[in-house]
């Protein structure tokens, strides 16, 4: 328990302490934001669909969510070559405390970025449902943080060097995002998309903090929720075998 | 307090260490000095649970760490060859995050890493992250950090690699004054053999993965017919460089271990 909570902290120091991880986690999603929200909003709003920007900003919520949690798992590989998981692998600790210590810390950051977006989202015009719909989306935003934390622990475990681990997350979360309903409504897709769309764990989450936030639900917040939790243990428990078979 | 019994560690074809055996006493400097590639470290790799022998039998106060690696581990402190801080954390950090990882206590938690922090001159830069830090100061901190938990054994792979003369000359006073204070006993690897000669009580010399020679510096030169450890360790283990041929051997290893993934 001490154990899980000292590598939480460590997280959250590293975050509070690397400026340059804050600025460069909002510029992404602020670009999508502003580009996206503003360019296409007269296209969006002559489709009959409202405000643009009121239906982009979850999904750009969501990507910043999916993007930090994934890179969690390069400070996995950045501990490796700096020696300092040997230090957590020698203690007194189950691995299996390591890996939830490291998770949690991860999906902890993600969340704050997130939230860190979302403040931004609403200086811009974004306005939620109601004020009480920001405390909903955050379990939403949470399971997404935990399902791709534990996704790059797991990616994290396996790859040693720092170079191939930015390759293989863009490859994943490329497609993750971009067909996942963040930037377009599921309602009218062709066919394939629909099924592609469907298989998409992302989805889910899009959905989730979409319908909490501006209550535009396409699947509903049990649905959501179930998928979200059956995927997050399904990673969890992938994460976690793959961080015991770690050899130094 | 260390008991090895026929010891050996196989990574596919090649044999890291064939079968050692030797026992270290509560309390007493014992060294594993041996070329590069001689299986210093694959051996503390063992000691320490982070790899799982081939065969053999371990006990580190009477207990076996393939059975009791979390019992083992509360035991031993380890300084690792290549360096393993949070360079994001300060040393105090780091300190308190061993800590923690270790279930210390929280009474007198702050009392003793203070005493180790002043013991190894880094009291005044605690709140330093260490990234800051020179080569010298990070290893000290590693070794107050190994300290910290009360181990009974203390292990150290190599730990004056890259450090100058005045670095390694205070690092084995910082080592020495614990041993004799706290009566931790004391397991090193080195190459260097002036550090084997000043610091170690018993010294086993080892090769391509045998101990060669086991004893007290005078039995060692005795054993040999020389007069310093020096002519002895050449006369043991010849005039050969095997850098190219062990470092071979670990090429292969990394590369049978990316192949795998």
């Known amino acids: ?248 | 307090m260390i008991e090895v019994v026929d010891l050996a560690c196989r990574f596919g074809d090649f044999e890291a260490v064939k079968g050692i055996s030797f026992r270290v006493a509560p309390g007493e400097i014992f060294a594993f000095l041996g070329p590069n590639g001689a299986g210093k470290t694959t051996t503390i790799k063992m000691l320490t649970t982070l790899l799982r022998p081939t065969r053999g039998s371990i006990r580190i106060d009477g207990l076996d760490p393939s059975t009791h690696p979390h019992e083992v581990r509360r035991r031993f402190g380890i300084v690792f060859q290549d360096p393993s801080l949070d360079i994001f954390l300060t040393a105090m950090e780091n300190l308190e995050l061993h800590a923690a990882l270790y279930g210390m206590p929280r009474a007198g938690r702050r009392e003793r890493i203070e005493m180790l922090l002043r013991q190894f001159e880094l009291w005044e830069k605690r709140d330093q992250t260490t990234q800051t830090f020179s080569g010298g100061m990070k290893r000290r901190l590693e070794i107050a950090r190994g300290f910290l938990h009360t181990p009974k054994v203390l292990f150290l792979d190599e730990p004056t690699l890259g450090l100058d003369p005045q670095s390694r000359h205070q690092l084995w006073n910082h080592v020495r004054a614990v041993n004799q204070a706290e009566g931790v006993t004391v397991f090193l690897t080195t190459h260097y053999m002036d550090e084997a000669e000043r610091v170690a009580q018993r010294i086993a010399v080892v090769d391509h993965g045998r101990i060669v020679a086991l004893g007290t510096l005078a039995e060692l030169k005795e054993q040999t017919g020389t007069d310093s450890l020096e002519a002895a360790f050449l006369k043991l283990t010849g005039t050969t460089v095997r850098d190219e041929a062990a470092s071979n051997a670990e090429n292969m290893r990394q590369f049978m271990k990316a192949w795998r993934r």
Not at chain 1, 207 to 214: E, K, N, P, T, Y
């Open chain 1, 1 to 248: 328990m001490n154990a899980i909570y000292i590598l939480w902290l460590r997280s959250l120091k590293h975050f509070v302490r690397s400026k340059a991880q804050i600025v460069s986690s909002i510029g992404q999603p602020m670009l999508y934001l502003l580009a996206l929200g503003f360019g296409l909003g007269p296209v969006f709003q002559r489709a009959g669909e409202g405000s643009y920007l009121q239906f982009v900003a979850p999904g750009v919520i969501t990507m910043t969510v999916l993007f930090s949690a994934m890179f969690s798992g390069i400070g996995l590989i950045w501990d490796r070559q700096f020696g300092f998981l040997k230090e957590t692998l020698v203690a007194p600790v189950p691995r299996l405390a390591v890996m939830i210590g490291r998770t949690l810390g991860g999906a902890t950051v993600a969340l704050l970025q997130g939230l860190l977006v979302l403040v931004l989202c609403l200086l811009v015009g974004f306005r939620p449902a109601s004020w009480a719909a920001i405390p909903a989306a955050l379990p939403f935003m949470a399971l997404i943080a935990i399902v791709f934390c534990a996704l790059g622990t797991a990616l994290g475990s396996r790859l040693e060097n720092m170079q191939a681990f930015p390759m293989v997350t863009s490859f994943l979360m490329m497609p993750l995002f971009f067909l996942s309903g963040a930037l377009y409504p599921l309602e009218g897709l062709p066919g394939a998309m629909r099924y592609v769309t469907a298989a998409n764990p992302l989805t889910y989450g899009v959905d989730g903090v979409r319908g909490a936030l501006i209550g535009a639900w396409h699947f509903g917040a049990f649905p959501d929720t179930l998928v979200l939790v059956a995927v997050g243990a399904l990673f969890v428990g992938l994460g976690a075998w793959s961080f015991s078979r770690i050899q130094l």
